[in-house]
């Protein structure tokens, strides 16, 4: 276990739901990552959160949406999504400060019908 | 931008055969560089993170390097183990949040 949990482990959902993806760690990290992961590309990173402040956003589509309520949980809501938006949806987390390890959670695996 | 290849996609080795797996990447300007595992539908796992001012990480079996002027890392593993069977992705790391990852080796160790 890397002491980052995340939550569903799956998810269908039909393109007109609204699902939310859950992550937390409780190591005292102090920036939070998404990734999308889609088979046999590399990861591609859509969301950063440090201290609670997202630090960058990547030309992700509207239809996901970050939340980080404070510094242990991040969720990633969706909305509206479409076929291609199936991928395993990994979240990270790190200290920061010159501690730069990534650890990860073990990602949401989402079907898009 | 920063693009990451790792050569070559898949390889397949009997057990006990010590494995050399590549990872190149464009922009020099790097803070660090970390290898991670994944085995199938789950997350990565930290291996080893070798810092810009390093030359190779150990841990174990494992042995990184890093050339960071000729944008290229190597990580060997010796004697291999059917355990070892997994994908193994590099990661830079510019300092700015945005790790850039490679695509990964997916290794198969035949008992």
């Known amino acids: 276990e890397t002491g980052v949990t995340q939550t569903p482990r799956h998810l269908v959902m039909g393109m007109t739901n609204k699902k939310s993806l859950k992550c937390e760690q409780h190591l005292g990290h102090n920036a939070m990552y998404w990734y999308k992961q889609s088979a046999k590309k590399p990861l591609e990173l859509m969301f950063v959160?440090?201290?609670?402040?997202?630090?960058e956003n990547n030309s992700v589509p509207s239809r996901f949406s970050p939340e980080c309520p404070n510094s242990s949980h991040l969720f990633l809501h969706l909305h509206t999504l479409q076929p291609e938006d199936s991928a395993l949806y990994l979240c990270?987390?790190?200290?920061?400060?010159?501690?730069?390890?990534?650890?990860f959670g073990s990602g949401t695996q989402l079907s898009v019908l | 931008k920063q693009e990451v290849t790792q050569i070559p996609a898949a390889l397949s080795v009997p057990e006990g055969e010590n494995l050399v797996l590549n990872c190149s990447f464009t922009?020099?300007?790097?803070?660090?560089l970390q290898w991670f595992r994944q085995d199938p539908g789950k997350g990565l796992t930290s291996l080893l993170l070798i810092q810009s001012s390093q030359r190779e990480q150990t841990s174990g079996r494992l042995n990184a390097s890093l050339d960071k002027s000729s944008g290229r890392s190597t990580l060997y593993i010796a004697a291999s183990q059917p355990g070892d069977s997994a994908t193994y992705l590099c990661a830079v790391d510019p300092n700015d949040y945005k790790l850039s990852f490679g695509a990964g080796t997916t290794v198969t160790v035949r008992a």
């Open positions: 959160y440090s201290l609670e402040e997202r630090v």
């Open positions: 922009d020099s300007a790097i803070y660090n």
């Open positions: 990270a987390s790190r200290k920061g400060g010159g501690d730069e390890k990534l650890f």
